[in-house]
């Protein structure tokens, strides 16, 4: 059986976000009346696969079925063992050095879309999201007391060298945004 046209919006909507919404958010973001939404939810809540419908009756979200809990468990395992590797290394260093930042400057820092490095540091622990107060479309990561503990300092100020690095990257990128701009 096919879902109606908003179930539809709705899963795709929580499934983009990845995130809990609560229902005059959905309203709103779906331009739909609170009963129709209610319908959508409840017509979600209905089908059966891999993700489920999680509503603790003021958001929803899509979350794992417990079916599929266990495969999702051991492959987290295998990625969490795995080094982060360079990428890794360059999100936490233009975070740590440079933070918060949005994802759209670490990927202009880097050159390179970052999603999925910030994803699999943000699911370690090394790595937080926080609102973006200057813009509530994005978000900011900033470390973690985990990273910093990691790294035997007790702010990211501590880490060698922090001004000088902080700064030359300042001014790299203003230089780099002046070519841009010239160009």
Do not use: C
């Not at 009963?35 to 979200?61: T, Y």
């Not at 090394?126 to 994005?138: A, G, M, T, V, W």
């Not at 900011?140 to 700064?167: H, M, Q, W």
């Amino acid at each position: 059986m096919a879902m109606s046209n908003l179930a539809g919006q709705l899963h795709a909507l929580l499934f983009a976000l990845g995130r809990p919404l609560g229902r005059s958010e959905l309203a709103t973001l779906l331009a739909a009346p609170a009963s129709d939404i209610e319908d959508a939810i409840v017509e979600l809540s209905g089908i059966e696969g891999g993700v489920v419908v999680v509503d603790d009756g003021k958001e929803i979200a899509l979350r794992v079925a417990p079916a599929s809990s266990a495969l999702i468990e051991r492959i987290r395992k295998e990625e969490y063992s795995r080094d982060i590797g360079r990428a890794g290394l360059e999100v936490l260093a233009a975070v740590l050095y440079r933070g918060p930042l949005t994802r759209a400057e670490i990927d202009f820092i880097r050159g390179v879309n970052s999603s999925q490095i910030l994803r699999t540091l943000t699911l370690r622990g090394l790595l937080r999201r926080i609102p973006n107060p200057k813009d509530e479309r994005s978000f900011l990561y900033e470390p973690t007391t985990e990273i910093l503990a990691e790294l035997g300092v007790a702010s990211a100020k501590s880490l060698p060298e922090y001004d000088e690095v902080r700064n030359k990257l300042t001014e790299l990128e203003a230089q780099y945004r002046a070519r841009e701009q010239q160009a």
